[in-house]
């Protein structure tokens, strides 16, 4: 049950970097590897959607601690986000295009309840992408494909290999 936890936000950071369909494809231990390491093999083929502009805020110590609309407890600290329309459990990328930095949440709240306002960040997810203030952000949603063989491979082009510890 513990990998569960584990797997996903170590897949997505590999996923960070990238603009288009790509196959994330584990390695195996190679000879001269530490001892007493286990390394897991897994290919997980992901496609973003296109990129759109949105306003974005963020809230945190007022909600810290509560229950979200998806059941879950909010916590500030964490890489989550309030959408309205966007299932729980969607994963976002988050991009602040002043400054390049870009992070990836998990909608899992409803929101935001101010017009004009697409998407309330966590506090965390806020200070990642360095936003000050409302902010004009680029959105993009991080679906994961089953079955997709190789032809989400050959049609980006991509190909990324992760060791996982």
């Known amino acids: 049950m513990a990998l569960k936890y584990f ?3 170590i ?3 590999a996923a960070v970097s990238v603009c288009a369909a790509i196959n994330l494809n584990t390695a195996s231990a190679a000879s001269g590897d530490e ?3 286990s390394f897991i093999r897994k290919t997980i083929n992901i ?3 296109a990129p759109y502009k949105a306003i974005a805020s963020w809230y945190g110590p007022g909600f810290h601690g509560k229950t979200t609309a998806s059941g879950q407890v909010f916590n500030m600290d964490g890489f989550t986000a309030a959408h309205r329309t966007y299932p729980f459990g969607t994963l976002l990328r988050v991009t602040n295009p002043d400054n390049g930095k ?3 949440v998990t909608v ?3 929101g935001p309840f101010v017009e004009g306002v697409d998407i309330d960040l966590s506090k965390a997810a806020w200070n990642a992408i360095g936003a000050a203030s409302f902010r004009k952000i680029i959105i993009q949603e991080i679906k994961f494909l089953e079955d997709a063989g ?3 491979h050959e049609k980006s082009g991509l190909n990324r290999d ?3 510890y």
């Open 150 to 152: 190789n032809k989400v």
């Open 11 to 13: 897949l997505i950071l």
């Open 35 to 37: 001892p007493g390491k």
């Open 47 to 49: 496609i973003m959607s």
């Open 102 to 104: 870009t992070c990836i």
């Open 162 to 164: 992760v060791v996982l």
């Open 7 to 9: 797997r996903k936000p």
């Open 108 to 110: 899992n709240d409803r």
